[in-house]
C-alpha cells in the first residue's frame, strides 16, 4: 500500500495538499463540461424568465452540466451539450427567450406549469432539429399554434395543452412523419379541423383538440383513423361522426362531449377495445342497440342527447347511474325509470 511506502512530515503533507486543491480548482476550469454555447443560451432563458429563484443554482461561474439543479436540465455523457430543458413550477412573469433556439442538441424541450410566462412561442424552437419531445403546458403562452413546428421532423411529442393559443390548427403538423401524441386542448384555438391532419394516421394516436372554438364537421378523412384517445370535447363541431366508430376500429377512448354532433345511434358498430365513451351534450338522435352490452365500459355517457327508447340490460350497461343516461328524449329502463 501507498501509506506503508511514503511516510511524510505532517508539515510536507499539509503543503503539498493546500497545492493540490488549487491545482485541482485549476484543473476544474479547464475541464468544465459544460459547452459555452449551451450556457449563454441558458443564461439567456434565465434573464428571460425574470432570473427565478428556481433558477438560483443557473450560475455563469459554475459548470451547467455538473452544478446546476439536475431537475432543470442535464447533459449528454459523450458529448457534454444539453439535450433535455426542464421548467416547472416558475412564478415569476417572463417570457421564453429566442436564445432556447441555441440549444442545437436539445432533444426535449419541457416546460409545465409555469404560470406567468407570457408572449408566443419563439420561432427559434424550428432550429431545435433533434427535438423529439415538446412540452408547453399550464403557462400564460399566446400567439397563433405554430406553423414552424412542421420543421422538427423527428419530433413524436408535442403537448401544448392549458395555455392562451389562438388561431387555427396549422394544416401543415400533417408534415411530421414521427407524431405520435398532439395535444391541442384547453387554448382557445378557433376554425376548422384540417383534412390533411388525417396524414398522421396510423402513427398517430393520441389527439387532444378539447376545450376550444372550434367549428364544422371532422373531416371525412378520420375515418380509416384509430386512436388510444381522441379527444375532441366542448367545441363546436357539428355533424355526422359515425365513421368514428366501427367493429375494424381500435380507439379506446373517445371524448366527444359538448358539441353539436348529430347522427342515429342505432346504427353504429364497436370495436373491441373501445371502453370510454363520452357523448354527453349532443344532438345524437336513435335508440341504444343492444350489442353495447358485449363492451366493457369505463365510461359510458350519454346523457343530453336525443335518444329514445330501452336502455339495453346487461353487461356493464347499468354499472353507471341515471346521469350518464336522463336529458333525453324518451329514454327509459335502469337505471332510468321503467318503460311505460
Ligand atoms: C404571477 O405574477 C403575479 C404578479 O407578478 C403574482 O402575484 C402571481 O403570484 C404570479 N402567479 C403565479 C401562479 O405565480
Ligand atoms: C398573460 O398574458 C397577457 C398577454 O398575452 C398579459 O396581458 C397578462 O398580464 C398575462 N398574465 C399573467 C398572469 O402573466
Ligand atoms: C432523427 O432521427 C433519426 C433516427 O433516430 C436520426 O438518425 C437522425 O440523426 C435524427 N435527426 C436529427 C436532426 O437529429
Ligand atoms: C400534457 O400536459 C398536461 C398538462 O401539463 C398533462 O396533464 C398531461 O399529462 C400531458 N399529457 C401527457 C399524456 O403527457
Ligand atoms: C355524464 O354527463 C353529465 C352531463 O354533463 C354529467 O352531469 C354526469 O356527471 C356525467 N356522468 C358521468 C358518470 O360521467
Not at 114 to 142: C, E, H, M, Y
Not at 256 to 280: E, I, P, Q, V, Y
Request: aromatic share 10%.
Amino acid at each position: 500500500m501507498f501509506s506503508s511506502c511514503y511516510k511524510m512530515k505532517p508539515s510536507v503533507v499539509s503543503t503539498l495538499s493546500f497545492s493540490l486543491f488549487f491545482l485541482s480548482q485549476f484543473l476544474l476550469s479547464l475541464s468544465e463540461r459544460c459547452n459555452p454555447d449551451d450556457k449563454k443560451a441558458l443564461l439567456e432563458i434565465k434573464r428571460g424568465l425574470g432570473n427565478p429563484y428556481d433558477l438560483i443554482t443557473w450560475d455563469p461561474k459554475t459548470d451547467c452540466c455538473t452544478d446546476w439543479v439536475k431537475a432543470t436540465l442535464s447533459c449528454d455523457e459523450k458529448t457534454n451539450r444539453v439535450t433535455v430543458l426542464n421548467l416547472f413550477q416558475i412564478n415569476s412573469p417572463g417570457h421564453l427567450s429566442p436564445a432556447v433556439g441555441d440549444l442545437s442538441y436539445l432533444q426535449t424541450l419541457d416546460i409545465n406549469n409555469v404560470r406567468n410566462l407570457s408572449g408566443p412561442i419563439p420561432p427559434t424552437i424550428a432550429k431545435l432539429l433533434k427535438l423529439t419531445f415538446l412540452r408547453i403546458s399550464q403557462t400564460n403562452i399566446s400567439g397563433p399554434v405554430p406553423e414552424f413546428l412542421t420543421h422538427l421532423k423527428n419530433i413524436t411529442y408535442i403537448n401544448l395543452s392549458y395555455n392562451n393559443l389562438v388561431g387555427t390548427i396549422p394544416p401543415s403538423l400533417s408534415q411530421l412523419p414521427n407524431l405520435e401524441f398532439l395535444r391541442l386542448d384547453r387554448n382557445k384555438v378557433t376554425g376548422t379541423i384540417p383534412e390533411s391532419l388525417s396524414n398522421l394516421a396510423p402513427k398517430l394516436t393520441y389527439l387532444y383538440l378539447g376545450h376550444n372554438q372550434l367549428t364544422g364537421i371532422v373531416p371525412n378523412s378520420f375515418a380509416g383513423w384509430s386512436f388510444d384517445t381522441i379527444d375532441l370535447s366542448r367545441n363546436m363541431l357539428e355533424g355526422d361522426i359515425s365513421f368514428l366508430f366501427g367493429k375494424d376500429k381500435t380507439t379506446f377512448e373517445m371524448l366527444l362531449d359538448h358539441n353539436k354532433f348529430n347522427f342515429d345511434f342505432s346504427k353504429l358498430t364497436f370495436g373491441n377495445r373501445l371502453a370510454r365513451l363520452d357523448l354527453n351534450h349532443n344532438k345524437i338522435y336513435g335508440s341504444l342497440p343492444t350489442i353495447l352490452t358485449k363492451q366493457s365500459w369505463q365510461l359510458f355517457n350519454v346523457s343530453y342527447n336525443s335518444l329514445c327508447g330501452k336502455i339495453p340490460q346487461g353487461g356493464s350497461m347499468q354499472r353507471f347511474d341515471q346521469y350518464s343516461y336522463f336529458h333525453n328524449k324518451c329514454l327509459c329502463d335502469a337505471p332510468l325509470p321503467p318503460c311505460k
